[in-house]
């Protein structure tokens, strides 16, 4: 299931033909064994798609991770009547690109990244069959990593300025953002969520005050509106709450962890400080594994951690 939804054009103006719209796909199961700890099913987050049209081209931010999905996400973009140039990839998670290689054939649309982005999606691919595949087996197409950069991280639609901002550590390394001055729009990928628990697997050793940084780089772009790659569709864009949300939930995290000697306590503590976001315990529950098995340890074995935080009982 998907819902597309429409955002962002500014009629009356002289950027009328500029605007964006969001398309998101909804969670899926994934194949984990068991109930998390407060007994709901292991599925992933949903995952936002991001179409920023002019008047005769489009470019798209992220491609999902499914082949069900992309199928879905590309029959949208055909409606649209757009014809799609480019697709951004704002970091390496594969849920964020594994598909936009089929897209980009579809379409003829060139794939874009940072250098760091790149390097990353790179990583992602030399440990996709021990996660995943094992997470979602036979969904995902084929994805050798096509992106390449663009001169001086900008590119144009149909005569605006897209921006890439390279801004550091979200909840991964080397993500960008893309910021669109002409809309006040900075579409974030995952250094902002919204209304959706946050990924803190990443984040240890040091993550969260890199993280911190990160959301200060958005803040300073001063959008009217954030897209985050992760949201609850009923929600707006609006750039001031979600993201003071989104630091709210890093403070609130380190509090607890600070406070919280067991995994499942720290858990259920997250669940009762954020009871409006009723998606992505899943992600909560594999980023508390994923820290708690780094405490004592060294900082080069957070991606191992990481990994297998997902699939703890």
Do not use: C
Not at 280 to 294: F, R
Request: no cysteine; charged share 20%.
């Amino acid at each position: 299931m998907t819902n597309p939804s429409r955002g962002g054009a500014r009629r009356g103006t002289p950027h009328a033909t500029l605007g964006y719209h969001t398309f998101v796909a909804d969670p899926i199961p994934i194949n984990v064994a068991g109930l998390l700890p407060n007994g709901e099913s292991h599925m992933f987050s949903p995952l936002t798609s991001r179409l920023i049209y002019g008047q005769h081209h489009a470019v798209l931010v992220d491609a999902p991770l499914t082949t069900d999905q992309a199928k879905a996400l590309g029959d949208w973009i055909e409606a649209s009547g757009k014809r799609l140039t480019h697709i951004f990839v704002t970091h390496g998670h594969g849920d964020h690109w594994f598909t936009a290689n089929v897209l980009a054939e579809r379409f003829g649309a060139q794939v874009i990244a940072s250098a760091g982005t790149i390097q990353q999606m790179h990583n992602n691919v030399s440990v996709r069959d021990v996660f995943w595949d094992k997470l979602g087996p036979d969904q995902i197409p084929p994805a050798p990593v096509s992106a390449v950069t663009v001169p001086d991280n900008r590119f144009t639609l149909d005569g605006y300025d897209l921006v890439i901002v390279e801004v550091g550590h979200g909840d991964s390394d080397d993500n960008a953002v893309l910021h669109v001055p002409d809309l006040g729009l900075v579409v974030a990928g995952d250094p902002i969520y919204n209304g959706v628990h946050q990924y803190l697997g990443e984040s240890a050793h040091g993550g969260r005050d890199a993280w911190r940084n990160t959301v200060e780089t958005v803040k300073s772009l001063q959008p009217r509106w954030v897209v985050a790659s992760h949201k609850d569709k009923n929600r707006d864009a609006d750039a001031a709450r979600v993201i003071a949300q989104t630091r709210h939930y890093l403070d609130d995290a380190d509090e607890l962890l600070a406070a919280k000697d067991a995994p499942e306590e720290f858990f259920f503590a997250m669940l009762a400080r954020w009871p409006d976001r009723l998606l992505g315990a899943t992600t909560l529950w594999a980023g508390t594994n994923a820290i708690y098995a780094s405490r004592g340890r060294n900082n080069t074995d957070v991606l191992e951690d990481s990994l297998n935080g997902w699939f703890t009982p």
